[in-house]
């Protein structure tokens, strides 16, 4: 296995980290920022306000895209144990 090699597995590895993460912080940035914009608006100032609507955010988001997310995940570390033959010469 060669260095390009490595940073090929490496770089592949960093890509699917984000793109199987990216939907679960989006919608925590976004909720996140509409609480932020209705406690300045309303003068509300509880700390736990911000919790509640992200968590539930995130819980949808899972069960909406987990099996996406499983089998993306699934695939690539198929991709990987095929690999594994490769890299042995």
């Known amino acids: 296995m060669s260095m390009g090699d490595a940073v090929s ?5 960093i890509f699917e980290i984000l ?8 919608v925590a ?9 209705f406690q300045a608006t309303t003068s509300i100032q509880e700390q736990t306000l911000t919790f509640v609507p992200k968590i539930a955010a995130i819980m949808l988001v899972l069960a909406l895209l987990g099996g996406w997310m ?3 995940l699934g ?3 198929r991709d990987l144990f095929a690999l594994i033959p490769q890299m042995a010469r």
Request: charged share 5%; hydrophobic share 55%; glycine share 14%.
């Open 19 to 26: 793109l199987l993460s990216a939907p679960v912080l989006l």
């Open 70 to 72: 499983f089998g993306n």
């Open 9 to 13: 597995i490496m770089r592949g590895g």
């Open 75 to 77: 695939q690539y570390t």
């Open 29 to 37: 940035m976004v909720v996140g920022l509409v609480v932020s914009i």
